[in-house]
């Protein structure tokens, strides 16, 4: 009996963005790998977010390599809310979030990076290209900011951080927890719990996505370094948390960028 190929749930969270779900839409369209389930959680936006949803909906009928496409718009508690949304919503064996603004890097990256897939992967993780507004590209997250991309990721890695980007971390959904409600640094609660539960961790080699500068965390940025705190505290106890902490901060004193 022939294993059927691991079916990609990817997740798109968006709010009051019809212009930029429209380019992220297009480029998991796009994909030449065709075992993609499409699921957007849209938070109930009051621009034309719905209509591009249906527009996107519209595209992916008329393709031969159709994906499973599923949408919900209504309101949420927020962006973790609505990530728990749509992690109820996946039916995939691995799932990846790729937020409105944040796109695949081309279209055959995930036929790609599935050719390192074998049964026993729960994890497989790549680079990252920093992007403006207007998609000109900065460099990669690793040449841009502190957090460099190690060669080998385990939930020992994030003791100084995100090293790794969530829109670039693909999790099999059986390990998969949800979202910390209320707290902004959930991304990386999520991402240490997927790593400690991971038999095997593949690092793709490759740059899998254009990510958006900016963000939630960016905006509410003392909030988020106190999630942070406490995140980091929880995996890694109280003592060891502040001395990696005065690392971080003396590492971003000189650091030419932050993102």
């Not at 937020?99 to 897939?117: C, F, P, R, S, V």
């Not at 990721?153 to 998969?176: D, K, P």
């Not at 959930?186 to 240490?192: E, F, Y």
Request: positive net charge; glycine residues 6%; hydrophobic residues 40%.
């Amino acid at each position: 009996m022939i294993a059927r190929p691991p079916l990609i749930s990817i997740i798109t969270i968006v709010y009051n963005g019809a212009y930029y779900f429209t380019g992220t839409a297009r480029s998991v369209l796009a994909q030449t790998y065709p075992h993609i389930e499409y699921i957007i959680v849209d938070g109930g936006s009051t621009d034309h977010t719905v209509t591009a949803i249906k527009l996107a909906e519209l595209q992916n009928d008329k393709l031969l390599n159709a994906k499973i496409f599923r949408w919900i718009s209504e309101k949420d508690k927020g962006l973790y809310d609505a990530m728990n949304k749509g992690l109820r919503m996946a039916t995939g064996d691995f799932v990846w979030f790729l937020n409105a603004g944040d796109q695949l890097m081309a279209a055959d990256t995930i036929e790609k990076m599935m050719q390192q897939y074998t049964p026993d992967t729960d994890v497989l993780f790549g680079e990252t290209m920093l992007v403006t507004f207007t998609r000109h590209p900065l460099g990669t997250r690793s040449a841009l900011t502190t957090q460099k991309l190690p060669t080998t990721l385990t939930w020992e890695s994030l003791r100084n951080g995100m090293v790794v980007c969530h829109q670039a971390f693909v999790a099999r959904r059986a390990i998969a927890p949800e979202y910390m409600p209320s707290n902004l640094a959930a991304d990386i609660d999520w991402v240490i719990e997927v790593l400690k539960k991971s038999r095997k961790t593949v690092n793709t080699g490759m740059t899998l996505v254009n990510y958006l500068t900016g963000g939630v965390s960016k905006q509410r940025h003392r909030q988020s370094l106190k999630d942070r705190y406490e995140v980091l505290k929880k995996h890694y106890g109280q003592w060891p948390n502040l001395v990696a902490h005065a690392k971080i901060v003396l590492r971003a004193a000189f650091s030419r960028a932050s993102y």
